[in-house]
């Protein structure tokens, strides 16, 4: 089931309905707050809204006035084995506290965090995972990963309660998608309160980018899920990244561009990875932040439907191409002036403020009509979408 409560993490709410918000977490020293808030405020620029912070020793919980004070998002105390520095965390009035309830020292540590928690109304993420399980979980967990996951999630959950604290939300993170999918799914069927989603230890980029988004994305379309984060063996900014396609291609949230291309086939007229890859590099260096469809299509098959169907498209032929705008043809280019006259017409259509161009009328105009380029391009029906 979704999300019914929400917590206040800053001045992000969390679950009850709210945009699925994006996380990463810093790699600096958190001792050294000019880097860490250096590398936040990269963070930030790049559509994070929420960063978390290791905490492994008391010089790092030392650190966290200032980091909190002028950092540009709600900061996240990441605290493990020590509730001592979740205490100095608390102190130093951060965001949220992250703690592994199963690692932090037993139920009395647990509950000293809980109290301070409660009375500076500072939510707690349970961090449930498979590295860090209750021992006396652990044995359940060879045959049944998920479900100790989800149990020991729980027992925390009734601790919290016990207390008449309610401020929480869960992970069950594994690095297996296929056992983290299972374990949320499960968890929603038992809990109310917002779920931070996670492949934790996803890998590099490739593989891990791979991971998170079969993971995230068969919960987010689940409707399951209040925050993200992708963890990869990269750069944060690259975690941030990814988080975004992933909730573009779920259809939850829009950020900056989408970019449609074709894959190779023998059926291009262009050399298509060369033209996709100099659109993508200039959307990223001057339209990061502008929310449009850009298509870039090979071919006369599926090249007119998608692009016709875009924001802004264009479409090779063998020497000259088509470019679109809003549903319709704008004319007939020749392919080395492609991208450019591609971002003339995205320019104009910026500057006079983003008109909404699309009609029933422009696309009845495009429907049906055939152009025929012989030698200068494809001949094409324009079509609502691709043929395949």
């Known amino acids: 089931m979704a999300s019914k409560r929400s917590v206040q993490v800053g001045r992000v709410t969390v679950g009850g309905g709210a945009p699925v918000s994006v996380q990463s977490m810093t790699t600096t020293q958190t001792n050294d707050p000019r880097a860490t808030l250096a590398q936040i405020q990269e963070l930030f620029e790049a559509g994070c809204e929420i960063v978390r912070v290791a905490v492994p020793g008391l010089p790092d919980a030392n650190a966290l006035p200032e980091i909190v004070k002028f950092s540009p998002l709600p900061v996240v105390a990441d605290i493990h084995f020590n509730a001592s520095l979740a205490l100095k965390a608390i102190e130093a009035n951060v965001a949220c506290v992250r703690i592994n309830p ?33 021992m006396h979980l652990r044995s359940m967990a060879v045959p049944s990963p998920a479900e100790a996951l989800v149990e020991g999630a729980l027992e925390e959950v009734r601790l919290l309660e016990k207390m008449g604290y309610f401020n929480y939300k869960i992970s069950v993170k594994a690095s297996d998608p296929v056992v983290m999918v299972n374990a949320y799914r499960q968890l929603s069927q038992k809990v109310d309160c917002p779920l931070h989603l996670g492949v934790t230890e996803a890998g590099t980029p490739f593989a891990g980018t791979i991971k998170s988004s079969v993971g995230l994305g068969a919960l987010l379309l689940d409707g399951i899920g209040d925050t993200i984060r992708v963890s990869l063996s990269a750069p944060p900014v690259e975690e941030v990244k990814v988080a975004w396609e992933v909730l573009k291609a779920t259809g939850l949230r829009k950020k900056g ?37 850009i298509a870039v299509m090979g071919c006369a098959v599926n090249g007119p439907g998608e692009a016709g169907n875009a924001d802004f498209g264009i479409a090779g032929g ?47 105009k495009s429907e049906g009509t055939e152009l025929d380029a012989t030698n200068d391009g494809p001949r094409v029906t324009l079509v609502g979408g691709g043929s395949e």
């Open 102 to 134: 199963g690692n932090i020292g037993g139920d009395d540590k647990v509950i000293q965090v809980v109290e301070a928690a409660k009375a500076k109304n500072i939510p707690i993420r349970i961090g449930m995972n498979m590295g860090s399980l209750p």
């Open 257 to 293: 561009f989408n970019m449609i291309a074709c894959p190779l086939c023998g059926r291009a007229d262009v050399e298509i990875v060369d033209l996709a890859g100099q659109v993508e590099e200039r959307l990223h260096r001057d339209y990061a932040n502008e929310i449009m469809e």
């Open 318 to 364: 063998r020497l000259q191409g088509f470019l679109y705008a809003h549903g319709e043809v704008l004319r007939k280019v020749p392919q080395d002036h492609l991208v450019d006259e591609l971002f003339h017409e995205i320019d104009k259509w910026i500057a006079a403020g983003k008109p909404d161009h699309r009609s029933k009328e422009a696309f009845g």
